[in-house]
Antibody, heavy 117, light 108 residues
Framework: QVELQESGPGLVKPSETLSLTCTVS????????WSWIRQSPGKGLEWIGY???????NDNPSLQSRLTMSVDTSKNQFSLKLRSVTAADTAVYYC???????????WGRGILVTASS | EIVLTQSPGTLSLSPGERATLSCRAS???????LAWYQQKPGQAPRLLIY???TRAPGIPDRFSGSGSGTDFTLTISRLEPEDFAVYYC?????????FGQGTKLEIK
């Protein structure tokens, strides 16, 4: 059973950088793609992007200029950094595994990040 | 980017009834790379269907998916109380991957 857990600050000031880490347990970390998705309060889901365990990424052009994803295979972790946040970046951030079918088969519980001074 | 439009926005039905949810894409979805997810309040989405019609492990057979190209359907043959939730479709064949805006299935 694959389990994912998001961690990071729940509050970020506008113009600063949002940083989150997802820790994976169970299953195989290498050989998979690892994804980020967010959901603004009361809204639908927005795909942020994914990273392969080799470090190759595929991300949403709407966020690309502010986004960095990285992976640490020694810790079974992958991370997200989103620069210059505004109130519009307030959301629940989920990490998930892009499984062998390329759909998102395992999800973390999500972490609420609020961009506010 | 491929825009997914789900209908209806809200569907009011009773337990035991049949639910039909629609997902229409603005352009053809590559290789039927279309998934359906269920989300309950305060929970992460759960994968129900991938490849347009394949049930994910552990998903009851009352859930079925169909469609290809630009038109896809999720059918719940006989609603159970635990099925009332929000349902999202997602295409993952073309980047950026995109989600529909969701259909809320509520108890009538």
């Amino acid at each position: 059973q694959v389990e994912l857990q998001e961690s990071g600050p729940g509050l970020v000031k506008p113009s600063e950088t949002l940083s989150l880490t997802c820790t994976v347990s169970g299953g195989s970390f290498t050989g998979s793609h690892w994804s980020w998705i967010r959901q603004s309060p009361g809204k639908g889901l927005e795909w942020i992007g994914y990273i392969h365990y080799t470090g190759v990424t595929n991300d949403n052009p709407s966020l690309q200029s502010r986004l960095t994803m990285s992976v640490d295979t020694s810790k079974n972790q992958f991370s997200l950094k989103l620069r210059s946040v505004t109130a519009a970046d307030t959301a629940v951030y989920y990490c998930a595994r892009r499984g062998w079918s390329s759909s998102l088969d395992y999800w973390g519980r999500g972490i609420l990040v609020t961009a506010s001074s | 980017e491929i825009v997914l439009t789900q209908s209806p926005g809200t569907l009011s039905l009773s337990p035991g009834e049949r639910a039909t949810l629609s997902c229409r894409a603005s352009q053809s979805v590559t290789s039927s790379y279309l998934a359906w997810y269920q989300q309950k309040p305060g929970q992460a989405p759960r994968l129900l269907i991938y490849g347009a019609s394949t049930r994910a492990p552990g998903i009851p057979d009352r859930f079925s998916g169909s469609g290809s190209g630009t038109d896809f359907t999720l059918t719940i043959s006989r609603l159970e109380p635990e099925d009332f939730a929000v349902y999202y479709c997602q295409q993952y064949g073309t980047s950026p991957n995109t989600f529909g805006q969701g259909t809320k299935l509520e108890i009538k």
